[in-house]
């Protein structure tokens, strides 16, 4: 079935360095998707999201790029913090309307003091 | 911003009873609520979305006489876990809607001994 799905499990960074976290998406019809940070114990928190009709959108140290080509967005964190650990998801609006949110498989972020 | 609150944080409870939990949208009416579930180091799936008023609608494989949805009000969905067993504790997340936004709970840990 259509799905979101991520390249990387973990991702281990120096604090102060940039990270990047991929995303592959299957469903050439996704028109709009989100990334979100999920710390342990908690609901997922809003990052960033980005429709397709744009190719990069950016927010307070985070950057989200969409290819739509090969179907891939990537979530950029600059200046990475100890407080940046956590899980990251993409995610897809589907169902009609576009109203349910469909999680990809989740990327673990240690940042290294 | 939207706040979205769940009730309890974490249960704990016998095998064979029943769990309510409660997701309420506090600041805003929510016009679908939405409920999640996540297993350990993994993402978050859709079990169902409901809309005020109507009957739920279960994404597949996710069984309705077992996980009770009622949405009575614009600010409340309650998720009950009938005859739990210990294959049913997971952390469940509820989000409300409104305006094509979601905004999710922090979450309810549920243990079934």
């Known amino acids: 079935g259509e799905s979101v799905g991520l390249h990387l499990p973990t991702l281990s960074v120096q604090e102060g360095d940039n990270s990047i976290i991929n995303c592959a998406y299957s469903?050439?019809?996704?028109?709009?998707f989100i990334w979100y940070k999920q710390e342990s114990g908690k609901g997922p928190q809003f990052i960033i999201d980005?429709?397709?009709?744009?190719d990069k959108r950016q927010g307070q140290r985070v950057t989200v790029l969409l290819n739509k080509t090969v179907k891939h967005l990537s979530l950029q964190i600059a200046a990475t913090q100890p407080g940046d650990s956590a899980v990251y998801f993409c995610?897809?609006?589907?169902?009609?309307?576009?109203?349910?949110?469909?999680f990809g498989a989740g990327t673990r972020l240690f940042v290294k003091a | 911003g939207a706040v979205v609150s769940q009730h309890p944080s974490r249960v704990i409870c016998k095998s064979g009873t029943s769990v309510k939990i409660e997701c309420r949208s506090l600041?805003?009416?929510?016009?679908?609520m939405f409920w999640y579930r996540q297993f350990p180091k993994q993402s978050l799936m859709l079990m169902a979305t409901?809309?005020?008023?109507?009957?739920?609608?279960?994404e597949q494989g996710v069984e309705k006489d077992k996980f009770l949805i009622n949405h009575a009000s614009l600010t409340l969905s309650t998720l009950t876990v009938t005859s739990a067993h210990p294959e049913d504790s997971s952390f469940y997340i509820c989000?409300?809607?409104?305006?094509?936004?979601?905004?999710f709970g922090p979450g309810t840990r549920l243990t079934v001994l």
């Open positions: 409901s809309n005020e008023g109507s009957k739920a609608t279960y």
């Open positions: 469903n050439s019809a996704s028109d709009y």
């Open positions: 995610a897809e609006k589907a169902g009609t309307g576009g109203f349910k949110t469909i």
């Open positions: 600041d805003f009416q929510a016009t679908t």
């Open positions: 980005i429709r397709s009709n744009m």
């Open positions: 989000s409300a809607g409104v305006g094509g936004e979601q905004f």
